[in-house]
């Protein structure tokens, strides 16, 4: 069985562009049924219709409230009948209705590295311990705090922001003269490889189980 997966982004759509390109090299087990989006102006709508997929856009008015357009946002999607959910790039923190919604099978990608559970730390894989870093900042903040190695995550998404289970994290140094955008750059290569590597993993349990 291959995976029904619903994207949704929020800027260039290069996770997206990551899976399109895996599934047209016929190495992605699933199938990307639709593109959600907030941001009319997002570059990464042309991705999505580039691939011909049915592409919603629905941007949260200033000052709404989210719980309607997450609602709504919800009844959109429910149609495609999606085993996965993934927030790509997406830069909303979204409602319990919606999350309760998808969850387990609402997935985020975080640019730097979580922790397994909700603490305020993490161990690199050499011992060191650094502080977790969660937020819409994450590259920004792995700079500002000095951090010798940050990475990218992917999890489950849970009504706590940054903190559901798990399911892949890669390391990526930083390097002295690195940037926000050298940094994020190098942090997007390795989450657009982990991206695909986690939803063939998901198909595969999904198919022995
Ligand atoms: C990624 O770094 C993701 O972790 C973060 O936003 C970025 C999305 O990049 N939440 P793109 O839109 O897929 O290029």
């Known amino acids: ?5 619903v994207v949704m982004i929020s800027g ?3 996770n997206l562009q990551a899976l399109l390109d895996a599934q047209r090299d016929q190495v992605l087990d699933a199938e990307i049924v639709a593109v959600v989006c907030d941001q009319p102006k997002a570059s990464g709508i042309a991705r999505a219709l580039a691939a011909r997929l049915p592409t919603i856009c629905v941007p949260l008015a200033k000052g709404a409230d ?6 709504l946002l919800a009844e959109l999607i429910a149609p495609f009948r999606p ?14 209705n919606f999350v309760g919604r998808w969850s387990p099978n609402l997935l985020n990608q ?8 909700n603490v305020d730390s993490y161990t690199l894989r050499d011992g060191r311990s650094i502080p977790a870093i969660r937020g819409p900042h994450a590259v920004r903040d792995a700079l500002s705090l000095g951090v010798p190695m940050t990475g ?8 706590l922001v940054d903190v ?12 002295p003269d690195d940037n926000e ?7 997007k290569a390795e989450e657009r490889r982990m991206i695909v590597a986690v939803i063939n993993r998901l198909a595969k349990a999904a198919n022995v189980g």
Do not use: F
């Not at 069985?1 to 997966?5: P, V």
């Not at 085993?83 to 319990?96: E, F, K, N, Q, S």
């Not at 990218?152 to 009504?159: D, E, G, I, K």
């Not at 955008?181 to 942090?187: D, F, N």
């Open 66 to 71: 989210r719980e309607p357009w997450a609602q």
């Open 83 to 96: 085993d996965y959910v993934l927030m790509a790039g997406w830069m909303r923190i979204m409602p319990g």
């Open 152 to 159: 990218c995550t992917v999890h489950r998404v849970t009504p």
């Open 181 to 187: 955008a050298s940094l994020h750059e190098r942090i």
């Open 110 to 117: 975080h640019p730097a590295l979580l922790p397994d559970e």
């Open 1 to 5: 069985m291959s995976l029904r997966l």
């Open 12 to 14: 260039s759509g290069s």
């Open 164 to 175: 559901g289970p798990v399911l892949a994290r890669v390391e990526v140094p930083v390097r």
